[in-house]
Every structure is written in structure tokens, then in C-alpha cells.
Nanobody, 117 residues
């Protein structure tokens, strides 16, 4: 089963910066969308940020202005740059790619981000 691989999670203090990376084992150039989701303890998985097509980016309201998503089609990686982190950003972060015919959604196993002093 194809699986994406996230990295870059860890413990960071409030106000800190962290960058998550996702290695994709196939070509993402023609992907319909790529994105990041997160799941906090006791809560469901929620959308964080995404790119549809080449440039159409979107962000969840709680992270707008603090997180930036970008992709590198030459390296097949998807990254999430997170600034001014808050305790409520604590969660397991998952990378997602939707591509192919029929459309298939691929996920990674997640990387833990903990924001605490």
C-alpha cells in the first residue's frame, strides 16, 4: 500500500516555528490536491491547509496568517511552515495527496506536533 512519509514534528514552545515535510513516493505534478490535516486528542481529523491544482491554496481559519503550505514538484515533497505556534496547534499532523483515475486519496502515518512551555 502506497504511503506518504511525514517528518519534522516535535516539541516547540508557544510562539515557536516548525516546518513539516512530506515525502511522496510518486509524481505529484498532476495531483488534484495536496494538503495537511491534523487530529488533536479526543477530536476528529480536520483540514489545515491545501493546494488544489498548481497554485490554489486554502487554509483553515485558525491557521491563516501563521501557516504556509508549499510543494516541490521536482522533489515530490509537500511542506507546511508553521509560525507563531499555539498550544491549540498540538496534534498529529497528516499529509494527504489526491490523484489518479479513479481518484485515490493517499495518507501518511502522521507526525506529532506538541506546543508547550
Amino acid at each position: 500500500q502506497v504511503q506518504l512519509e511525514e517528518s519534522g514534528g516535535g516539541l516547540v514552545q508557544p510562539g515557536g516555528i516548525l516546518t513539516l515535510s512530506c515525502a511522496v513516493p510518486f509524481d505529484i505534478f498532476n495531483s488534484i490536491s495536496v494538503g495537511w490535516y491534523r487530529q488533536a486528542p479526543g477530536k476528529g481529523r480536520e483540514f489545515v491547509a491545501g493546494i488544489r491544482g498548481s497554485y490554489d491554496t486554502s487554509y483553515a481559519d485558525p491557521v491563516k496568517g501563521r501557516f504556509t503550505i508549499y510543494k516541490d514538484i521536482t522533489k515530490n515533497t509537500i511542506s507546511l511552515r508553521m509560525f507563531n505556534l499555539k498550544p491549540e496547534d498540538t496534534a498529529v499532523y497528516y499529509c494527504n495527496v489526491e490523484t489518479g483515475v479513479p481518484l485515490t486519496s493517499y495518507w501518511g502515518q502522521g507526525t506529532q506536533v506538541t506546543v508547550s512551555s
